[in-house]
Every structure is written in structure tokens, then in C-alpha cells.
């Protein structure tokens, strides 16, 4: 069994996303045995800004979707950047919905297991200032699991900002259990995802 | 006077978003005489998807912030591309963002006059099957908006894949309605644009 691992944080040290993700992945192989992984970093080996476009226009499918329709399962790591959605990973899924499989009532990932990793630097909870600010997160689910139609989990991790950004100190204590909490989840999802693709 | 201008339809022929930046540009030109126009063109002539990466990690400020600083207004042309932001403009501002004129209580940009076209391919009105997909418009308010405090007015023009997608075919009226709206809201924020640098 194959997992298709997407990793879009810019970062590979002391990425919080990426950290979930190996979480998830460790639970996916413990369960699976030695299963293949299929990895791509889309944050740091980006889909240049000029494919896309040209693919448009030369109704030309990607070849990318082959290794994404290739697994069995699939696992998204995605921090929030700026409000909004990872321009790497915008890029990857707008070249990836060129291809016809990838589109229609029943495109070729629907039912395929799969988790989504979100990562947020700050605090968007209910009541919070920044309640209201994430634009990423909805649009990833509606793509993911309403237009692709994955089996879609979602694991979700904020304030991973706390430590870096000296302003957000006094949220440390919440912060690391954030992250714990997160962790755990991300433990039972990946478990989950290796029993969901048996 | 000059108007700093982007557009981030990855079409030159047909574009909707283009069209009616044209005309707030006209309307600029006509109420301030022959004016200088900035042009960025970030969806023909993308940043490079590697460029932001390394600017985080470099902390440089880019040289693409004087451009727009340069400016006494600004207009942004941008169409929703898959319910979500257009990838050039995300990668657009990812980039300005790393500079520090870009940021906190008083951006460069707070209170520049600037008007954002915003084109939908469909229609997500409130009650459509669409609604609550898009994801773009709200992002680019709160970034343009809130977070650069531009002095921003909006124009929305929707359905814009009407006469493109057959599926489409029983909106055409619907259709030519709300470009026929879209355009003299288009001349109407131009002219007030011309005004508002004076």
C-alpha cells in the first residue's frame, strides 16, 4: 500500500506541520508494515508559478496527478501563511484540477482515505481576535473532500507561533497543549488512515 | 499622479478582470490627464514560486514594495480561480509582506486610495448552490482592507464563464445583467478613484 505524503510549509526545520505529518506517517507505516511513501515537497520544491497557466492553455494533463492517483491513501501537511491559503499548494491543486480525473461528480480520488494536517501560527478561535481570518482552511476541505472528494480527516494545530513571535509569550502554557492535543489527534488519525485504506 | 496597476488573470484575451480595470484606468487617466500607469502583470509574468521562500529566509526586502510605494493609487484586477485566490496574487503579497513598510499599526500603504475588480466565473450569490465558496474575495478585503489599509473600494462582477461553459447557457441574460452592472460600477469607483488621490 502506497501513501502520498504533500508537505507545503516553506520550512524543514522546526516545522510544526511537518511534525504532525511524521505523526501521522509513523502511525500510517506501524500499521502497514514497510509501505511506500510517496513524497512531495511542495513548499520547498515548488510548482513554478509559469506551469500552471501553461497547462491551461495547452489542456495538457499533468503528470503529477499519476503519483497522487498511484496511493492508496494520501496525508496533507499545510500551514497557514498569511491569512490565506500555501501559494505552493494553491499551485499544486490548480494544476492538478486540469486533469479531467480530477474533476466531475466522481472524480478518481473519491472515497481515497486521507488526512489533512492544518497548522496555524496564530489563534483563530471563537471570540479571538483573529476569529474570522483564517481563509484557508474552508477553502482546503471543499477541495479536498467536496470537489476531489477524498475520505477526508482533518488534524489541527494553532499558535505554533508562540516562542517565535516574543508579542505571544504570555500564550506559551496554551500553546503546548495546543500542541499536544494536536499531537494526539494527529496519533489517531494516522492510526486510523492505515485501518481506513486496508 | 500615478496609478500602480495588477492584474492576475493568467489570460490576456477574454479576461473579464482586465476589462474592467480597463475602465477604472480610463476613468483615472480621464479626470487626472495623462498620468503615469505602473503595470504588474503577476499572472503572464508571475514571482517566481522560489522567490518568497527565500526572501523569509534572507529577511530582504524586495524591491517590487517601491514599486507600489511609488504610487499615489492602486488598482488590483483579480479573478477567483478554483473558489480560491489566485495563486500569483497570493505569491504577490506573500512576498510584499516580508517587508517591514508592509506591516504593523501603520503600513506605507494606509490610506492610499485603491480599488480591487473582483471576477467569479460562477455564481455564489446567497441561496445558489455556490454559495460560501469563495474563498478569494474575503481574504484579498481583509489583506488589502485591514492588513495594508488601503482606502479600498470593490468591484464584482459575477458568472463571468457564462458563453464559456455551456452548462452555463440559461444565464446568459443573467449573465450580460451583471457585466452591464459591473462595468458602471467599474466607471463609477474610476471616477471616484481620479478624485480620491487628489
Chains 1, 2 share one sequence.
Request: glycine share 8%; aromatic share 8%.
Amino acid at each position: 500500500m502506497t501513501l502520498y505524503r504533500l508537505d507545503a510549509s516553506i520550512r524543514v526545520e522546526g516545522s510544526h506541520s511537518r511534525a504532525l505529518a511524521d505523526i501521522v506517517e509513523e502511525e500510517w507505516t506501524a500499521g502497514r508494515g514497510d509501505d511506500t511513501v510517496i513524497r512531495r515537497h511542495v513548499g520547498t520544491e515548488p510548482v513554478p508559478a509559469t506551469t500552471w497557466p501553461l497547462a491551461v492553455a495547452a489542456r495538457m494533463a499533468p503528470p503529477e496527478v499519476d503519483q497522487l492517483l498511484s496511493a492508496d491513501a494520501a496525508l496533507f501537511a499545510v500551514p497557514l501563511y498569511n491569512f490565506g491559503v500555501s501559494q505552493h499548494f494553491k499551485a499544486w491543486v490548480d494544476l492538478l484540477i486540469t486533469d479531467p480525473r480530477m474533476t466531475g461528480e466522481e472524480p478518481a480520488t473519491a472515497g481515497t482515505p486521507a488526512v489533512l494536517a492544518v497548522v496555524r501560527g496564530g489563534f483563530y478561535g471563537a471570540g479571538s481576535p483573529r476569529e474570522g481570518w483564517d481563509y484557508a482552511s474552508g477553502w482546503m476541505q471543499r477541495i479536498l473532500g467536496e470537489v476531489w472528494k477524498f475520505d477526508l480527516e482533518v488534524v489541527e494545530e494553532e499558535f505554533t507561533l508562540v516562542g517565535v513571535n516574543p508579542a505571544l509569550d504570555e500564550f506559551k502554557e496554551m500553546a503546548v497543549e495546543l500542541r499536544a492535543k494536536a499531537e494526539v489527534n494527529a496519533r489517531e488519525r494516522g492510526r486510523a488512515l492505515a485501518s481506513r485504506a486496508a
